[in-house]
C-alpha cells in the first residue's frame, strides 16, 4: 500500500511533544487557524463571483484603505481563535488595539496570537496571490486576567510558533514551533491539509533580489549601492541576478524561501521606519526565516532581538538566503 502524505492534523498530534509545554493547547491553537485559513481560502477562490471585490470605503488605523476581504479574513480568524479557550487576546494588522478575549471559558488561555489577516490585500483585484501571517507568544502576565499589552509587546525571540499561509495557485501552510519549517498543501477536493515540504531549508544561496525599485531613489545610499550590485553582471556566472517583486510580502517571501533570495522593504525618504510592521509581519517571517537557515534584520540589528514599543511598529525588514542578506549588508551599514 503506498504511504499517504501526513495530513496537518497528524503531524501537529505527532509533533505535540516537541514542544516545551507539551499540553496540547498549541496543537489545538493551530487547528483553529488550519481551520480560519480553509474558510478564507473559500472566501478568496470566489473573490471575482461575489460582491467582495473592491474597497469596503473605511481606514485602517494607518489610514490605508481596507478592502471587504481584509475585514472578513479578521472576522474569520477573530472568530476561529475565539471560539477555543486557548487564546486570551489577539492583536491584529486590521484592529487599532488589541482585543481581550474574557469569557468563562478564556479564563486560564495562556497564549496571545497577533497576525495580519490578509497580507498585500491591494491585490486581491487583479487575482494575484495573498498571504495570512500569524505569531504566536505565551502571554507573560498571569493568567486569570485580562491580557495586558505587554503579553503582545514581546520580542520576536519569544515567539512559540509562528507561520503563514499562502493563497497562491494552491493554498499552502507553512509554521514552525521552533523545531524546523514544514509546509502542507490544501487538498481541495478533500479539504485537508498535507505535508508537501518536509523540512524546508531555505538555500544559503539565491539569486532572486525582491525590493520595491520604483523607490531606489528614496532609499539610503547603501541599499541604492546593493541594488546596482544585484543589476550588476555577476563576474563568476557571467550573469546579473534576477529581479522578482510581487507585492505581496507573504509570496515574495516562499518564493525566496524554496529558490533563495532576498527581500527587503528599506526605510526611505518616503516611509522613514520602513513600511512592514515588526509584530505582524517581520517578526513571523523572521523566525521561520531563521529556522529555514536564513537571516532577517532590519539593517543593524537581529529582527527577533527588537524590543516593540508600539503595536503597529514598523521597521526596514531585510529578510531571505543567509548569504545574500549578509551580501547586502555588508553595502548597508557601510
Ligand atoms: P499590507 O499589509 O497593507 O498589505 O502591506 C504590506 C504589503 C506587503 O505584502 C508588500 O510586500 C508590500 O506591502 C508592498 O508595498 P509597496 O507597494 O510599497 O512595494
Ligand atoms: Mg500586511
Redesign the pocket.
Known amino acids: 500500500m503506498n504511504n499517504r502524505p501526513q495530513t496537518l492534523g497528524e503531524f501537529i498530534i505527532d509533533h505535540q511533544r516537541d514542544f516545551d509545554y507539551a499540553s496540547g493547547e498549541l496543537s489545538q491553537l493551530l487547528s483553529s487557524i488550519r481551520l480560519a485559513s480553509k474558510i478564507v481560502t473559500r472566501e478568496i477562490r470566489k473573490a471575482g463571483l461575489t460582491d467582495i471585490l473592491g474597497a469596503s470605503g473605511i481606514e485602517?488605523v494607518?489610514g490605508?484603505t481596507q478592502m471587504k476581504l481584509?475585514d472578513e479574513a479578521n472576522d474569520i480568524f477573530l472568530k476561529a481563535l475565539k471560539n477555543r479557550g486557548i487564546v486570551c487576546g489577539v492583536a491584529s494588522?486590521e484592529l487599532d488595539d488589541f482585543i481581550v478575549f474574557d469569557e468563562e471559558k478564556h479564563s486560564d488561555s495562556k497564549y496571545v496570537v497577533l497576525m495580519?489577516p490578509?497580507?498585500?490585500?491591494?491585490?486581491i483585484d487583479v487575482n494575484v496571490s495573498?498571504?495570512t501571517i500569524f505569531s504566536i507568544y505565551r502571554r507573560i502576565t498571569p493568567a486569570g486576567q485580562p491580557a495586558k499589552l505587554e503579553d503582545f509587546l514581546q520580542p520576536g525571540k519569544n515567539q512559540v510558533a509562528a507561520g503563514y499561509v499562502v493563497y497562491g495557485s494552491s493554498t499552502m501552510l507553512v509554521y514552525t514551533t521552533g523545531k524546523g519549517v514544514n509546509g502542507f498543501t490544501l487538498e481541495p477536493s478533500l479539504g485537508t491539509f498535507q505535508l508537501s515540504h518536509p523540512n524546508m531549508q531555505m538555500p544559503a544561496d539565491g539569486k532572486i533580489y525582491?525590493?520595491?525599485t520604483?523607490?531606489y531613489l528614496k532609499f539610503p545610499q547603501g541599499v541604492k549601492d546593493y541594488i546596482d550590485y544585484c543589476q550588476d553582471v555577476d563576474a563568476e556566472t557571467n550573469r546579473p541576478y534576477t529581479g522578482r517583486?510581487?507585492?505581496?510580502?507573504?509570496?515574495?517571501f516562499h518564493r525566496n524561501l524554496l529558490k533563495g533570495g532576498i527581500?527587503f522593504?528599506p526605510q526611505g525618504t518616503?516611509?522613514p521606519k520602513g513600511?512592514?510592521?515588526l509584530l505582524?509581519?517581520c517578526n513571523p517571517l523572521a523566525f521561520l526565516a531563521e529556522q529555514a537557515g536564513g537571516i532577517a534584520t532590519d539593517g543593524k540589528h537581529r529582527i527577533l532581538d527588537l524590543e516593540p514599543t508600539e503595536l503597529h511598529q514598523r521597521v526596514p525588514f531585510f529578510v531571505g538566503s543567509k548569504n545574500m542578506v549578509e551580501k547586502a549588508m555588508s553595502y548597508v551599514t557601510e
Open positions: 485602517n494607518q490605508e481584509d494588522e495580519d490578509l497580507d498585500g490585500s491591494s491585490n495573498v498571504g525582491s525590493v520595491n520604483g523607490n517583486y510581487i507585492g505581496s510580502l507573504v509570496s515574495d527581500y522593504y518616503n516611509a513600511k512592514l510592521r505582524y509581519e
